[in-house]
């Protein structure tokens, strides 16, 4: 069982600091709250500010894995997949009558499925050396507030 959880942890961690999700992996689209898209903004800026500090020449161009991790520790991702594991609690599982099956209750998934979906997002505008223009990211997630407010008209 040790060994087991170790080796998990192992994998666990090498995926989620390197490997991004598969592009053909469905994610729901409606999963995103305002607080973690304005959260995924001010880490945008922050990454902006400290690549580009003494540097002579301004870019927009920032390291996928430092904005990864950054964004993970500011989300924590970590806590939450503990919590998840190692949290008992009753209202963690409920019953499937389709599937005659426990499963998992999403409100502890939540958060998971916020920072997969911006990984996701930010992994796709990369390049093939794994750097991520900001203004890009920013431009999308512009975009996407637009179209919201459209909606509401």
Known sequence: MLISCISDLFKFYINLFTKPLDADEKLNPHVLSKSTV????DVCKEILV?????AVKFSNEV???DLNKKFQRRMDVLKNISTLIYK??????YYD???????INQSYLRELKEYAILKSLVC?????SMVVDINLLLS?????????KMFLI
């Open 140 to 148: 999308l997630v512009d975009q996407v507030e637009l179209r919201y």
């Open 63 to 65: 390291n996928f894995i």
């Open 97 to 103: 009558p389709v599937s005659d099956s426990q499963k």
């Open 88 to 93: 008992n609690s009753d209202d963690k599982f």
């Open 50 to 54: 400290e690549t580009n500090k003494g």
């Open 38 to 41: 304005s959260l995924f903004v």
């Open 124 to 128: 796709n505008t990369a390049n093939k």
